[in-house]
């Protein structure tokens, strides 16, 4: 798999969820998605291919390619499969 089409590529995307999910859902979910990535540990990757649901696939890419942006201690994978947190 590869979910590299899911990368961030622009700001329209923000609006968009927030219109579709309704603001309260979207921001409970984006802190949801950072809460994990903020607590995952040095050296350690989360799997996304295999613990996010195929209909999350987008909105959680785009939220770790934003998380990326301002914590440069964390990569994806070539294939945007996994994100990790480099030690």
């Known amino acids: 798999m ?3 089409q899911y990368r961030l590529t622009n700001w ?3 609006d968009q969820y927030k219109k579709s999910m ?3 859902a979207y ?3 984006k802190d949801k998605v950072v809460s994990l990535l903020d607590t995952l540990q040095p050296g350690y990757f989360y ?3 295999n613990n996010v649901s195929t209909e999350n696939i987008d909105l959680f890419m785009k939220i770790c390619c934003m998380w990326i ?3 440069p201690n964390y990569d994806l994978s070539r294939d945007y499969t996994k994100i990790r947190r480099r030690k």
């Open 2 to 4: 590869d979910y590299s």
């Open 12 to 14: 329209d995307w923000t």
């Open 22 to 24: 309704g603001e309260t």
């Open 27 to 29: 921001f409970a979910y």
């Open 47 to 49: 799997d996304i291919e």
């Open 69 to 71: 942006l301002t914590n």
